[in-house]
């Protein structure tokens, strides 16, 4: 099969599903974030400007990935990843937040290149992995050369400290090794190892051990684990099937930690009830859904690999965080994709929408 000269309109669907959830999430930082804004910074619309701007930026994204030739600027990848390794290292000049060392200032904005090194390590790994002289069936061919430049990598981001990062990028390479047909005793030969030295480092080092001790409380009772969560499961609670309407949860009056950053889906479940919050997870679920269907429709493996990688890493990053508002992971500190208020975030969650806009225009020449 060969790739078509003609083109496909772009996945409408999809392009509709995106446009609500960044209409959605816009509205639910505003809402969550203006409180905290005039008490912190005299303005209740700070938040929301800062969250307009890149919304805005985020779109342009979205159109200029939907129309370049994605396969011809896909062999920069391997050196922008190795760029981007530069910037993770840089993060440690830069002043902690939060007691975490995440981000890079310039100009009064502020980046993740964790958000980014997720991003170009899906295009690279889909570049390279697509290559019909690399064989993944030996265990060899996995470990070089993906393990030192991905492991070297997620070592940066974990003395950040972030924890959440470490697990999206983890499981978003290996989905993306056995999506490209790497044999599961394989990836476990890689994964079990990668796994002990996570336990070593939470049990012997007490790296993020508190948080895990606090979800193991939480597991039996939600009002037992640590302050987020508790109050995180008192804002779902409290919003009910139809929710309290818009600006009028009552959590986000200095109660809920990060009320429109990584437990916004707590604030807006408050706000909007179960009903709407059943609404955002069917746009999720439909995103995600057109995101496998056009990597099933890719003529060539580099864009199955691009698509389903790009769909897989929403995927993980949307559970993850919904799992920790809902009390059955740990708390990691990720945002929640085109909801979650952060520049970062948002652009590279719309830069994957701008690839799979791109891809679904593609189709199979007959």
Known sequence: MKRSRSKKPIDEKL???FGVLIVIGLVMVYSTSSIIAESRFGSHMFFFKQQLIWA??????????ARIDLQRYAIYSAPALLLTLVLLALVFTMPARNGSQRWIMLFGFSMQPSELFRFLMVIYLAFSLSNPRRNITRLKDIVFPYVPIIGLGLLLIMFEPDLGSVIVITMTAVGMFFFAGARIKYLAAVAVPAAGLA??????LGYKKARIMDYLASV?????????VRQAALTLGNGGILGNGLGNGSQKLFFLPYPHTDFIFAATGEEIGMLGLLFLLACFAFILFRGFKIAGSQPDKFGYLLAAGMTWALFINIAINIGV???LLPVTGLPLPFMSYG????VVSCAAIGVLLNLSRRRVAR
Request: no cysteine; net charge negative; glycine share 6%.
């Open 15 to 17: 392009l509709a599903a």
């Open 56 to 65: 805005l930026l985020s779109v342009a994204v979205v159109f200029v990935l």
């Open 199 to 204: 336990s070593f480092m939470v049990l012997v």
């Open 220 to 228: 039996a009772d939600p009002l037992q684990g640590s302050y987020q």
């Open 325 to 327: 508002v809902t009390a």
């Open 343 to 346: 520049g970062s975030s948002l």
